[in-house]
T-cell receptor
Framework: GAVVSQHPSWVICKSGTSVKIECRSL??????MFWYRQFPKQSLMLMAT?????????EQGVEKDKFLINHASLTLSTLTVTSAHPEDSSFYIC???????????FGQGTRLTVV | KQEVTQIPAALSVPEGENLVLNCSFT??????LQWFRQDPGKGLTSLLL?????REQTSGRLNASLDKSSGRSTLYIAASQPGDSATYLC???????????FGDGTTLTVKP
């Protein structure tokens, strides 16, 4: 099956700093990638849909200025958490859509801890 | 809007038991359904993926079934082992759009 690589797998950062998470499709081109977030003891919730070459579409309640998404190529999407605060500590996971009418493949996820 | 429910929220069984985890969804117009395993503090591990046209998938001691018309899927784990202890997530894939809706998960504990 197709492989999606997410990096880093875990990161600890200081409050007020920014952190970037990468999502790469290793053996296919992904026109669309999705970013999800999981707070402790809660389910994974869709944050935004990232389309190559265009602006991301954010779900209701997700701050687009705080969670910057860039999908500059067909194999890479990045999520930057700007001015991170402890409440941003969460598990973030991406998925990449091979093409329409096929399945989306998930990365392993990134655990972010803001101290 | 798709809603996914997993029952039970937690399950504790003795080693060796066969068990069933349940997942229900409200909109039957799905593209696929995927079962994941998540260990504490870790990422997701894909267990089984069922396309909307399929009825079931099997991998080792795991069997997942899908009944689209009734909006249900089950994950059957045979001869459970302590190493099976984890949270199991059900994710329903949206038709044509690629995004998924996750259930809250079932936390399984298998006691030696």
């Amino acid at each position: 099956g197709a492989v999606v690589s997410q990096h880093p797998s875990w990161v600890i950062c200081k409050s007020g700093t920014s952190v970037k998470i990468e999502c790469r499709s290793l053996d296919f081109q992904a026109t669309t990638m999705f970013w999800y977030r999981q707070f402790p003891k809660q389910s994974l919730m869709l944050m935004a849909t990232s389309n190559e070459g265009s602006k991301a579409t954010y779900e209701q309640g997700v701050e687009k200025d705080k969670f910057l998404i860039n999908h500059a190529s067909l194999t890479l999407s990045t999520l930057t958490v700007t001015s991170a605060h402890p409440e941003d500590s969460s598990f973030y996971i991406c998925s990449a859509l091979y093409r329409q009418h096929t399945e989306a493949f998930f990365g392993q996820g990134t655990r972010l801890t803001v101290v | 809007k798709q809603e996914v429910t997993q029952i039970p929220a937690a399950l504790s069984v003795p080693e060796g038991e066969n068990l069933v985890l349940n997942c229900s969804f409200t909109d039957s117009a799905i593209y696929n359904l995927q079962w994941f395993r998540q260990d504490p503090g870790k990422g997701l591990t894909s267990l089984l993926l069922i396309q909307s046209s399929q009825r079931e998938q099997t991998s080792g001691r795991l069997n997942a079934s899908l009944d689209k018309s009734s909006g249900r899927s089950t994950l059957y784990i045979a001869a459970s082992q302590p190493g099976d202890s984890a949270t199991y997530l059900c994710a329903v894939g949206d038709t044509n759009a690629g995004k998924s809706t996750f259930g809250d998960g079932t936390t399984l504990t298998v006691k030696p």
